[in-house]
């Protein structure tokens, strides 16, 4: 008998304990990363065929303290390497540690290897080559402070390497974790009982190929030809054959047992792959995979288990966006799966509406999850009724815009705007020709609010909203809306590259409603779009703060003789450019400056008929010299703005701050005339501190 140890993902330990117990090797004992047992040569090989959660199996060689690079390969020397490989072998050494005194893992392998070929040199003139790639002897070197654990691995690869994946196909889920979440679920008792597996979100399928595995009796590594004993020297080939054949014929009657397995998801190129791996793992005809909407999976029996890794959102706030996603999964849940039992590893962090029956704490590589098994019963009050108000709010707003919409042909607008202090959303229609898209906004909500009422009440809102507007769910997009300041103004929030084409007034614009907190459109300044489109015909246009160039394109489209869009953003400005292209305007009169506004505007000698100023309430970009602060420096703006106007020139100043107050000193300088009545449009009206915007002129 030999002492192995069983490295594993954190927080599986004691599932690994009770699989190895299962096993036959009653001393399985979890430890922090794994589990240490005792075994014969032929449980050793038992955990490398049938595992389905340990990440390696360890046979330590030695132990020894090591406080520097001379006592590792002192104590790596001590050991008789003859036993355990050969000249003719090929080798690689893997080095980790907790606090360990050799900080530098490179430096730390590399005194392993000279201690190893060092004593082959010596007694036989040859030495075993160094293969980092598929060596025929993997060693482990694990340090704890000084001490050094120095063992043989006998799996070679990560036994998560069923062989059923392509090489080089990276999915989201390695195989040990989705078996622990199965494990979790009570899958083979599950299984047993004839109940069925349904993954709505199943990607590359992992999920539903390891349950069939598990249901099979099939042995996790029968797949795999490379394993990290074969070439040493202490390998007993009997025992390890006789273990495949039991394998083979406990599969062979496993899988006249197999109970419906569904895997669906909404994207084909995921569902083929899922299927070249079903084949591959020889479940082909066993799975059923199909390309489906989330919301259109059903349950094909009465009982069974629904299990998913839905999306997080990798990038910082990102999760929060996935919350539509989340109650859809919920509400199929609810309404399709009743009686079912589900599991769902929750790395967003958000809640669902549903209240899990047991959770555990799991990573998926870097990112912390949390693993939540529901039993799916009927719920009390449907979001229809929570959220009444709203969907009447919603109904009434409808009503009131629409012989608006339709007189000026407005397809972009807000419908909502917090209307209802409990529902602190911005709702925006975007029409295409292929359908309307909602972009909802939630406001950030002060510390007052309870965050658990608040996120139920959100929860649904975000359910009712697509039904009451009669729009799909799939075309809602939600984020928080939060102050931005300085770089974070100009940073992607996603990287779809996702673009709409709309329309407003004569002219047709790009939009993205995913990948940045704004739009590329400012709904509420839709007014002043269109009335510098109208009287720009001759005029040379000058566009601060241009953003995506939505007036400018305007102007352009109305005849604008020439115009000039200054902005610190290279993104905004290419944003420009494919508005100026969308709407056939040749780019030759038409220029776009990448500057700081403030610096370029400072020295700018021109003469402009129109000046479009509309800035930032605050900016501190780390591309501008100063920072920005409206309040504080639009009395300096103007003054320079009003130099490059031409006599009978007009500047049209707005912003968006809501406690703004106008310089009035300014008066005394220029005609001023507030318009800021006049520049909010219809749908906006019921919230008049939007923005402000004057008419700035010479005196006379």
């Known amino acids: 008998m030999s002492s192995f140890f069983a490295p594993a993902a954190q927080g599986l330990e004691d599932l690994l304990a009770t699989e190895l117990r299962g096993l036959g090797l009653e001393s399985a004992r979890p430890e922090r990363g794994g589990c240490r047992f005792e075994a014969d040569l032929a449980g050793a090989y038992r955990v490398c065929l049938w595992s389905r959660l340990a990440a390696r199996v360890l046979l330590p060689l030695a132990e020894f303290e090591a406080p520097d690079d001379q006592a590792l390969y002192e104590g790596t020397a001590s050991i008789d390497w003859s036993e355990h490989l050969s000249p003719e072998l090929s080798i690689a050494v893997s080095f980790s540690g907790v606090r360990p005194a050799l900080s530098h893992s490179r430096f730390a392998e590399q005194r ?10 010596e007694a036989t003139g040859q030495r075993p080559s160094v293969d980092l790639r598929q060596p025929d002897i993997r060693l482990q070197a694990h340090q704890n402070r000084n001490r050094v654990t120095l063992s043989l691995d006998l799996s070679g690869d990560p036994l998560h390497r069923r062989g059923y994946r392509e090489a080089g196909n990276i999915a989201p889920l390695k195989e040990h974790l989705a078996a622990a979440m199965l494990l979790r679920a009570d899958w083979p008792e599950i299984a047993a009982a004839g109940g069925a597996l349904v993954d709505p979100m199943c990607g590359s399928g992992t999920l539903v190929i390891e349950a069939a595995m598990m249901a099979s009796d099939t042995a996790p590594g029968l797949l795999r030809t490379r394993w990290g004993f074969l070439a040493w020297p202490g390998h007993d080939d009997g025992t390890w054959k006789a273990l495949i054949d039991e394998a083979i014929e406990r599969q062979e009657v496993g899988l006249e047992k197999l109970p419906p397995l569904l895997g669906s998801d909404s994207d084909a190129r995921a569902i083929r792959t899922a299927r070249a791996n079903a084949q591959r793992a020889g479940f082909g005809q066993a799975i059923r995979f199909e390309t489906l909407p989330l919301e259109d999976a059903r349950a094909p029996s009465e009982r069974g288990l629904v299990i998913t890794n839905p999306p997080y959102g990798e990038r910082l706030g990102e ?24 599991v769902i590893l929750n790395g967003a962090g958000l809640e669902i509406g549903l209240k899990p029956e047991k959770s555990w704490p799991m990573r998926n590589g870097p990112i912390q999850c949390r693993l939540d098994r529901f039993e799916i019963g009927a719920e009390p009050s449907p979001a229809s009724e929570q959220a009444r108000d709203l969907v009447n709010r919603l109904a009434k707003n409808r009503r009131q815009l629409g012989r608006w919409l339709r007189r000026e042909g407005v397809s972009c607008y807000r419908i909502y705007d917090a209307d209802l202090p409990e529902y602190a959303l911005a709702i925006d229609v975007y029409g295409t020709a292929e359908g309307d898209w909602l972009h909802v906004q939630e406001y950030q909500a002060p510390r007052s609010v309870d965050p658990r009422r608040a996120q139920a009440r959100l929860r649904a809102a975000l359910q009712v909203i697509p039904e009451a507007l009669e729009v799909p769910a799939e075309r809602m997009v939600f984020k928080v809306r939060q102050r931005q300041r300085g770089e974070s103004q100009y940073r992607r929030q996603a990287s779809l ?9 004569r002219c047709r614009f790009k939009v993205n409603l995913v990948d940045y907190l704004d739009t590329g459109l400012f709904l509420d300044h839709r007014p002043v779009r269109l009335w510098l489109g109208e009287h720009a015909r001759g005029k040379r246009l000058l566009n601060l703060f241009c ?3 939505a007036a400018t394109v305007h102007a352009a489209v109305g005849g604008a003789r020439a115009t000039t869009s200054v902005d610190l953003s290279n993104t905004y400005l290419d944003w420009l450019a494919d508005n100026l292209a969308l709407n056939q305007v040749a780019t030759s009169e038409h220029r776009l400056i990448q500057a700081d506004c403030l610096a370029w505007l400072e020295a700018c000698r021109e003469h402009y008929d129109l000046i479009f100023l509309d800035p930032p309430s605050f900016s501190n970009s780390k591309r501008m010299d100063t920072t920005l602060d409206v309040q504080r420096d639009h009395g300096e703006m103007i003054r320079n703005a009003m130099r490059c106007l031409a006599p009978e020139g007009l500047l049209i100043f707005s912003t968006n701050l809501r406690r703004f107050r106008l310089d009035p000193d300014l008066s005394d300088e220029f005609s001023i005339e507030d318009r800021s009545r006049w520049s909010i449009p219809e749908d906006f009206k019921r919230n008049p501190r939007i923005h402000q915007c004057h008419f700035i002129r010479q005196r006379r």
């Not at 392993?112 to 040199?121: E, H, L, M, P, S």
């Not at 590259?497 to 007034?505: A, F, I, K, M, R």
């Open 497 to 505: 590259g996702q673009t709409l084409t709309v329309s407003e007034g």
């Open 112 to 121: 392993i290897k000279d201690a190893i070929v060092d004593q082959f040199r």
């Open 319 to 342: 999760q929060h966006q996935m919350l539509p996603l989340y109650l859809q999964l919920a509400d199929t849940l609810k309404q399709h799966f009743a009686g079912w039992r589900a």
């Open 547 to 549: 953003y995506t160039g």
